[in-house]
């Protein structure tokens, strides 16, 4: 029976392969046009690599850890350029604006790591951003299989943060402050699918941003936050659907 079931599906598998290659193609032109454009929404999550201080202490003698916590979703909205300079190799410039907010909480503790000598320390500090962004990537895709194309994705992203203060917010407890330019890497992947009348893309990046964005001036009265960390570099994640 068995054997009878084994054979049965090796007679099939050259006519499901039929079928998909009898499928018809939508939007074939897409491959060949040199320069086209669209548009991009998604969502992202925001984070932060933090290294403390190795020899910071508060003047009670605590040390404190930084982590960000309840990463919470935000939104980009981007224009697509895409320039095809080979076959399997696109240039793509998708400027934009990214809207997110991250959360640092603080926890104070001696030098025993028991976590029931770990306390809160302070507020936690709400850090928005309103990125304006210039991303310049490089598109490696796949072959095409029917209506729908794997590629990866990498290149580099500047990003100006609008939300960024020269001053200290006084009726804020926020004791944080972030510079406004940063330079990321993106890597990422997604998948081309071809519809009748557009071309629906879905893709997921890694966003990792080169430079210390803390300002590294305390705020007067709250100097252990600031002096507790010896580099903040920002973190994404980013989720798009590409219409072009």
């Known amino acids: 029976m068995h054997k009878k079931i084994t054979i049965l599906l090796l007679l099939l598998i ?3 392969l ?3 290659k009898a499928k018809p193609k939508n939007d074939s032109n897409y491959d ?13 999550a925001m984070d932060f690599r933090v290294v403390m201080a190795d020899e910071f202490r ?8 930084a982590e960000v916590m309840a990463v919470k979703p935000g939104i980009n909205i981007q224009i697509v350029t895409d320039f095809r300079p080979a076959t399997y190799l696109d240039i793509r410039f998708l400027p934009g604006v990214s809207f997110g907010q991250r959360n640092i909480n603080f926890y104070a503790f001696y030098d025993s790591l028991d976590i029931s000598l770990v306390k809160k320390f302070g507020e936690p500090q709400v850090l928005e951003s309103s990125f304006l962004e210039f991303p ?15 590629y990866l994705i990498g290149g580099l992203n500047f990003r100006y943060d609008l939300a960024g203060k020269k001053e200290y917010d006084d009726e804020r ?3 944080l402050r972030l510079k406004r330019a940063d330079l990321y890497y993106e890597v990422g ?3 081309d ?3 009748p009348y557009f071309k629906l893309t879905v893709e997921a990046k890694m966003s990792n941003g080169l430079r210390d964005v803390l300002v590294h001036e305390p705020a007067p009265g709250y100097p252990d936050y600031a002096n507790s960390i010896s580099s903040l570099r920002s973190q994404m994640w980013v989720l798009s659907f590409h219409f072009e």
């Open 14 to 16: 050259p006519v499901l």
């Open 18 to 20: 039929t079928a998909q």
């Open 32 to 44: 060949e046009r040199l320069l086209h454009f669209g548009f991009s929404m998604g969502m992202n």
């Open 58 to 65: 508060t003047n009670d003698g605590e040390i404190l850890k």
């Open 136 to 150: 310049l990537l490089l598109k490696a895709k796949g072959m095409r299989l029917n209506n729908s194309r794997p």
């Open 173 to 175: 407890p926020v004791y």
């Open 189 to 191: 992947a997604g998948i």
């Open 193 to 195: 699918f071809y519809l």
